[in-house]
Structures are given as structure tokens and as C-alpha cells.
């Protein structure tokens, strides 16, 4: 397996793609951030607003409010992280949103309040409390992996080694097997356990590359990379 010419296609790139260019490409890149970023926006709405359908529309609201007119005007690649960018985007767009939302009165005893009857002092405080912020960086980071995974099946796809990696996604994260069950693993794949260690090592060493260019196309500046990498694996520990 090899990604040699390969050359990302950065988040930057296509946050400036939707805001520059013309339908359909405009949606096409979008579409793209959406999928890349669906999941962590859709959690950290969720630990807001307690109502996985409510986040939802919320969800939907806030990647269409990227593609008004003046809405990505301000996002450069200069300003940091993608992730970053993207969070805080979020947080001032549900903020605008609960601004202008019909507020209702609450009186002791009645149900949970819903996101849009909060007042804007509990609005603020939710930017302080850890727990959405958390739930966001969290599914970030998985999604960060998956990309990563879907990337390496279409490369061992391509090469005729889909089994190989239905076998070694099991064993990617895992320290030094016994030589017993590498055997094992190895042998529906027709390899001795001297092949499978080999190939193995190299299944490592490509999701290690791929993670590191992952990483790389969320930072405005390479000298990032090291550090937004134990960012996120802090995170898939947590």
C-alpha cells in the first residue's frame, strides 16, 4: 500500500471552496464538510439542547447558515484550527439563533426547560461548562479516525487486500499479540506468522502516515501537527 502523489484535500480548502465558488460545486463542497463534520456538531447541539431531534433541525440550520452570503467571509486558513474555527463558529450561530427565539417563562416544578426558552446569562454559562465542549472534541476525534479507516480500506480495496484489512482493523490499536494468535489470524489470510507480523507492521506504519496527513489538513501551520495529534488522541482516550 502506498499514498505516494496523494495531496488532501485540506478542511480550509474546503471551507473556501463553499464560500467562493458556484452551485453545483458550492454544494458539493458543503456536502463534504458535512459529512467530515456532522457527527461532533450534531453531539455537542445534542448536550445542549438534551433533544437529539431538536439538534437535528439545529444541526441542518447551522452548516445551510455557512453558505449565506458574508457568513465565511471571515474564516482564513491563518486563523488555527479547524476544529477550533468550526466550534466557535457553531457556538456564535446557536447563539444568534437563541437571540431571536421565542423565550418562554418557566415557574418551579414544570419540565426541563428546551434550548430556546434558556435566558441569555444561561446561554453564556453553557460555553463554560465542559460537558458539550467535551461531547464535540470527542466525536471530532472519532471522526478523525474513521476518515482515516475509510481511506486505508479503499487503499487495501484497490490493492486486493480487503481481507487483510477486515483483519488487521481488529489488531491496529493492540499491543504485541503471542505468537499463537498471530498464527491464527494469519492463517485464513493464506500468510505464516512471519508474513503477517511484516504485513501488519506496514498496516500500522500507513495509519500512522494517513493520521499524521488527516491532522495535517486541519492546521493552518505544520508545526500544529504534533501537538493537535496528542489533542486528539487525548480525546480518544477520554
Known amino acids: ?93 446557536l447563539h444568534n439563533q437563541h437571540k431571536h427565539a421565542h423565550r418562554l417563562k418557566r415557574s418551579p416544578g414544570e419540565a426541563p426547560v428546551s434550548f430556546d426558552e434558556l435566558t441569555d446569562a444561561e446561554f453564556d454559562s453553557l460555553r463554560h461548562d465542559e460537558t458539550p465542549e467535551r461531547e464535540f472534541e470527542r466525536k471530532w476525534a472519532r471522526a478523525v479516525v474513521n476518515r482515516v479507516l475509510d481511506r486505508l480500506k479503499a487503499e487495501c480495496e484497490a490493492a486486493g487486500q480487503a481481507a487483510r484489512f477486515a483483519v488487521f482493523k481488529l489488531v491496529l490499536a493492540d499491543g504485541p499479540q503471542a505468537d499463537a494468535a498471530y498464527a491464527q489470524l ?45 489533542h486528539v488522541l487525548a480525546m480518544l482516550r477520554g
Request: glycine fraction near 8%.
Open 186 to 230: 494469519a492463517q485464513p489470510l493464506g500468510l505464516t506468522e512471519g508474513a503477517f507480523k511484516m504485513a501488519l507492521q506496514r498496516f500500522r506504519g500507513r495509519y500512522r502516515d494517513l493520521f499524521r496527513e488527516e491532522i495535517a489538513s486541519q492546521v493552518s501551520d505544520l508545526r500544529e501537527v504534533d501537538e493537535e495529534i496528542r
Open 1 to 93: 500500500m502506498s499514498g505516494g502523489g496523494y495531496f488532501p484535500t485540506t478542511h480550509w480548502t474546503l471551507l473556501g471552496d463553499a464560500a467562493d465558488t458556484r452551485p453545483p460545486a458550492q454544494f458539493e463542497a458543503l456536502e463534504s464538510l458535512c459529512r467530515a463534520h456532522w457527527s461532533p456538531v450534531h453531539a455537542y447541539v445534542t448536550s445542549l439542547t438534551g433533544s437529539p431531534d431538536r439538534a437535528e433541525d439545529l444541526t441542518q440550520g447551522f452548516f445551510a447558515h455557512l453558505l449565506e452570503k458574508g457568513a465565511l467571509a471571515a474564516a482564513h486558513r491563518e486563523k488555527g484550527r479547524f476544529r477550533t474555527f468550526l466550534l466557535t463558529s457553531l457556538h456564535n450561530h
